[in-house]
T-cell receptor, first 118, second 112 residues
Framework: AQKVTQAQTEISVVEKEDVTLDCVYETRDTTYYLFWYKQPPSGELVFLIR??????QNEISGRYSWNFQKSTSSFNFTITASQVVDSAVYFC???????????????FGQGTTLQVKP | DAGVTQSPTHLIKTRGQQVTLRCSPK?????VSWYQQALGQGPQFIFQYYEEEERQRGNFPDRFSGHQFPNYSSELNVNALLLGDSALYLCASSQGTGWEQFFGPGTRLTVL
């Protein structure tokens, strides 16, 4: 069975602090995809990143960075120098590779609510 | 280029009623997936439509049904509404069944 766990329910930081959101996943597949989505108060899920299980290189995009460690089944997300606009709920998700059965179904974690105070 | 659109934005129903939610996919996308997001929870997969057929389904009862039209738009129908059906219903579209999904703004359903 596939499962995603985001143990941090809520995190509160002061602007300009760095913050890391944890994500741990379970899957029996050897090939899979991992995602991070941001959900602002408006409700729409905004895609942030997709990683293939074969690509363990860390990725940086501006103030955002992602650390994928297959050995610990973790895909953590770090925001550097946080800003008030980063306040949102962040979801980690898992899916099977295209072409496999049940592909396209995203398995989401419970989400982490990030509050960045000015 | 319009993204995924959903209607209505908000909906209030009473127990036992039926509801229909609508979704138009992003231009160029042919696959629509529906998710239910209860308050404080992550989205839960309901089902996915591709080529006007339900391709896969999550753990939801038969009260939840759907349809996809030739123009790739989709409807989610829920019969015999329960209080527990109150949630944000999200539609996501993609090109094919396995690629990146783009989400719409959702329909907030309240069942009284």
């Amino acid at each position: 069975a596939q499962k995603v766990t985001q143990a941090q329910t809520e995190i509160s930081v002061v602007e300009k602090e760095d913050v890391t959101l944890d994500c741990v996943y379970e899957t029996r597949d050897t090939t899979y995809y991992l995602f991070w989505y941001k959900q602002p108060p408006s409700g729409e899920l905004v895609f942030l990143i997709r990683r293939n299980s074969f690509d363990e290189q860390n990725e940086i995009s501006g103030r955002y960075s992602w650390n994928f460690q297959k050995s610990t089944s973790s895909f953590n997300f770090t925001i550097t120098a946080s800003q008030v606009v980063d306040s949102a709920v962040y979801f980690c998700a898992l899916s099977r590779r295209p072409g496999s059965s049940n592909t396209g179904k995203l398995i989401f974690g419970q989400g982490t609510t990030l509050q960045v105070k000015p | 280029d319009a993204g995924v659109t959903q209607s209505p934005t908000h909906l209030i129903k009473t127990r036992g009623q039926q509801v229909t939610l609508r979704c138009s996919p992003k231009s160029g996308h042919d696959t629509v997936s529906w998710y239910q997001q209860a308050l404080g929870q992550g989205p839960q997969f309901i089902f996915q439509y591709y080529e006007e057929e339900e391709r896969q389904r999550g753990n939801f009862p038969d009260r939840f049904s759907g349809h996809q039209f030739p123009n790739y738009s989709s409807e989610l129908n829920v019969n015999a509404l329960l209080l527990g059906d109150s949630a944000l219903y999200l539609c996501a579209s993609s090109q094919g069944t396995g690629w990146e999904q783009f989400f719409g703004p959702g329909t907030r359903l309240t069942v009284l």
